[in-house]
């Protein structure tokens, strides 16, 4: 196995919240938000890492640490060798450039007033990327890269669709060549058949530049698409995390598997002959109850109250994420069992 | 357990054409029907004109033209006279919309809210509205249901207002359900159990749903029956089986073929190239041209009329009979 580029050691993410002036009075204390909580994992150069979770599961939190817009409580977070937590000065800021986020709304991160030049020669410049005479040539080159026309440079943010944006924020995390983007949501925004161009460009740049993907998402078909590897989280903590396609074809965690389950599938219902009623393909929901709040965990396993093969062990107990007789990690008691 | 066809469709649009000043015109010949029992799926993209279809049913369009014929059970909607708009709105058709935080006043405790649409739609007794709206929101999974009536819409998830705004629209005892995109800001496993809440609903009291989604999973789990709809217009329309295996437009095979999930992981996609038409005066051709990998010359002449392909298939493409099957039936 290649060397891990970025290596996270029991992250953990907390948010105060506010407390009402009552039960301040009262002495009550200020509730805390584990929004992410002892998460370890690690990336391999060139690799793309799906993280999957419904929200509230600290995934976007967890992106955010990475790229250090959040500091986090606890733990290490360690790029090529280099503890990346205690850089300061010039190094903080080179591994800001190494380390670059693209975000769901390209809108509301680009500055409306700037043109696209302007946008992508801000961050040559600041970053010192190229001398500046090189920076007209250097934004045709992004341009190009992420293939809008040359004349896209003259514009500003409000003449793009939906899908232009999103590939000027991908060109604009380009402008300082980094080695690993961390894409929150990147086509969550977007219509279906405009997400097929950006998820293409995001394979595409893999590809040629040899680049790291965070890939963090809510939709299941986009992870099993472009990740080789998927963590799943649920309330702050990976759950399981694999292979993506031997996990999705035989997922060992039951919050994995009714997260599957739960994900509509477009298959016809002809095909589905079993279940099938009146022509429809429906059966029970695969999971009741709700998510608790990242402010109310549940002891023990968090996904116990809503977990349909939950044994009293699961109440006390919290299960490690460890292989358990599985091909890879599993955070549940009951993972190793043949039952 | 096919139902058996009933005569009259509950609902009948024909030729629906929806224009905002001075000259959008965002619905341009929409023709759809629903029957009793049966769950459709309005489909499209955003700018399709779904959404505001869904509100032309029920006359909530302000500021637009709407033309063209909602028949209610054979009356015409857009028609109507006030007083009978009124009662067929809730008692005929009763809407549930996408962000229920919108829909729902946040100010009122949810059963308050319940007991306004009893009170305008039955003859129910004060005390009789409160077991009335208890069991409503026992029978959309709401639990502890009597304690939940004092509930403010902050209080509840967002699972749960959905599923108090379900109440809601039940309280008037709806023929006919229009949901907009009621999971979209939900959660996936939430969004399950909402979705099986809808269809045991339709089962339960052998009420029609029409449900307006972007999304063809949800469609391909839950309708019958699914009309796509492009810039305005309806593209094809049949039984969701025969639709997903067989598409009958050159829009659906390709919206089909740019989704993951077909091929191989990290292969590359299909994606349509360009984008869904500005909005304007109708055009007198097909308004998926410019995207087409099918179109020819005749296209772009003048408007593909809407044919029956085959038996309760249609389709406005001229391609239709070129268009792969998309899986061995």
């Known amino acids: ?339 | 357990m096919t139902p058996l066809l009933p005569m009259t469709p509950l609902l009948e649009v024909r030729d629906l054409a929806i224009t905002f000043a001075p000259a959008a015109r965002v619905v341009d010949g929409v023709d759809f029907r629903i029957m009793p029992g049966e769950v459709l799926g309005l489909v499209g993209e955003s700018g399709s004109g779904k959404s505001v279809t869904l509100r032309a049913l029920l006359r909530l369009l302000h500021g637009a033209r709407v033309e063209g014929h909602v028949l209610w059970k054979g009356r015409d909607v857009l028609a109507m006279p006030d007083a009978e708009l009124r009662a067929m709105r809730g008692r005929g058709m009763a809407a549930v919309f996408q962000e229920p935080t919108a829909a729902l006043n946040p100010v009122l405790p949810i059963g308050l809210q319940i007991d306004e649409s009893l009170a305008a739609h039955t003859d129910l007794s004060g005390a009789a509205r409160r077991r009335r709206a208890i069991e409503l929101l026992g029978e959309v999974g709401i639990a502890d249901a009597a304690r939940r009536l004092g509930a403010y819409p902050h209080e509840l998830s967002g699972g749960q207002r959905q599923r108090a705004m379900i109440a809601i629209a039940l309280a008037a005892g709806p023929e006919l359900l229009l949901a907009d995109e009621p999971t979209t800001a939900l959660d996936v496993t939430i969004q399950d159990q909402i979705l099986a809440l809808l269809l045991r609903l339709v089962a339960d009291r052998h009420m029609g749903l029409l449900l307006v989604t972007h999304d063809l999973g949800v469609v391909a789990e839950t309708c019958d029956r699914m009309v796509v709809l492009y810039a305005g217009r309806v593209a094809e329309a049949g039984s969701v089986a025969d639709l997903l295996r067989q598409p009958r437009h050159a829009y659906t095979d390709a919206l089909l073929r740019s989704m993951p999930g077909e091929g191989e992981a990290r292969t590359r996609l299909s994606p349509i190239p360009g984008m869904a038409p500005k909005l304007g005066r109708p055009l007198d051709a097909c308004a998926f041209v410019p995207r087409c990998s099918y179109a020819s010359p005749e296209c772009s002449a003048h408007r593909p009329p809407m044919v029956a392909v085959e038996p309760r298939r249609l389709s406005a493409c001229i391609a239709w009979n070129r268009l792969p099957a998309r899986v061995a039936a």
């Not at chain 1, 909580?37 to 999957?52: F, K, P, T």
């Open chain 1, 1 to 339: 196995m290649t060397p891990a580029l970025l290596e996270v050691e029991h992250l953990s993410k907390r948010f105060p919240l506010r407390r009402t002036a009552f039960d301040a009075l009262r002495g009550h204390p200020r509730p805390i938000l584990q929004a992410v909580n002892d998460v370890s994992l690690s990336v391999a150069r060139g690799e793309a890492l799906g993280i999957v979770g419904e929200s509230g599961c600290g995934k976007s939190t967890l992106a955010r640490c990475l790229v250090r817009l959040h500091d986090p409580d606890s733990g290490t977070i360690r790029y090529d060798g280099a503890d990346v937590l205690a850089l300061a000065g010039a190094a903080r800021r080179a591994f800001n450039r190494r380390v670059q986020m693209v975000f769901q709304d390209p809108y509301g991160s680009l500055n409306p007033r700037m043109t696209i030049h302007d946008a992508l020669a801000e961050a040559l410049r600041v970053h010192a990327v190229v001398p500046p005479a090189a920076i007209p040539a250097r934004v045709a080159e992004l341009l190009a890269l992420v293939h809008l026309p040359p004349d896209a440079a003259t514009r500003r943010p409000h003449a793009f669709s939906g899908g232009q944006r999103q590939r000027i924020g991908i060109a604009r995390a380009l402008a300082v060549e980094p080695a690993i983007i961390v894409a929150d949501e990147p086509v969550s925004a977007l219509d279906v058949s405009v997400q097929a161009q950006i998820v293409n460009l995001f394979l595409e740049l893999q590809e040629r530049l040899g680049l790291t993907l965070l890939f963090i998402t809510h939709d299941l078909r986009l992870v099993r698409h472009v990740t080789h590897r998927v963590a799943v989280m649920y309330l702050g903590r990976i759950v399981e995390i694999g292979p993506t396609p031997a996990l999705f074809a035989a997922p060992r965690h039951p919050y994995t598997q009714a997260l599957l389950a739960a994900a509509p599938r477009l298959v016809a219902p002809s095909l589905v002959a079993p279940s099938l009623v009146g022509g429809r393909r429906r059966r029970e929901a695969a999971t009741r109850g709700e998510l608790p709040g990242g402010a109310a965990i549940p002891a023990g396993c968090a996904f116990h109250p809503r977990c349909p093969v939950a044994v009293e062990r699961c109440r006390r107990e919290l299960p490690s994420l460890t292989p358990r007789g599985t091909p890879w990690p599993v955070a549940c008691h009951l993972a190793g069992d043949p039952a």
